[in-house]
């Protein structure tokens, strides 16, 4: 973690301010250490059945999306009334955000299962957030 400050990996982006201006955010999380795993992976030119790598990542959430980066590269920017946030499982464990998807949901060529691991102290209150904010996108939906 020190190393990754030291070097400014793992900064939101300054696409992170247009995509939720500095006052929405609720969290904002960076430095991250993170890992994501392939499983049963296909895409165009790539093809894995199991494979983890390590980068470094940060993520924000606001009372309406969360998004993710991986470097300085988005990996999802999700509303809670994007139909594709209830395909995300999002769970804490360890101190770590832990967000699991089908590769489908985001690109229509890619196939198997992602597992983004976030390393950070916030993810149980990233977890609770996200849940009430689910509650109150699905109210509002009746």
């Known amino acids: 973690m020190i190393l990754l400050r030291t070097f400014g990996l793992g900064r939101l982006p300054s696409e992170a301010g247009w995509l939720i201006p500095h006052p929405s955010r609720v969290i904002e999380c960076e430095h991250l250490s993170c890992w994501v795993t392939y499983r049963d992976f296909r ?9 983890r790598q390590w980068f470094a990542g940060s993520l924000a959430l606001s009372e309406d999306r969360l998004i993710a980066f991986q470097w300085r590269s988005r990996l999802f920017n999700t509303g809670v009334d994007d139909p594709r946030f209830s395909g995300l499982a999002i769970t804490a464990e360890d101190q770590t955000l832990i967000v699991s998807l089908n590769a489908s949901l985001y690109r229509d060529d890619w196939s198997g299962f992602l597992e983004y691991q976030f390393r950070t102290p916030e993810a149980d209150r990233i ?3 996200l849940r ?6 699905s109210l509002a939906s009746f």
Do not use: E, T
């Open 43 to 51: 895409a165009p030119g790539r093809a894995c059945n199991w494979k």
């Open 132 to 137: 009430q904010l689910r509650r109150r996108s």
């Open 127 to 129: 977890v609770y957030l």
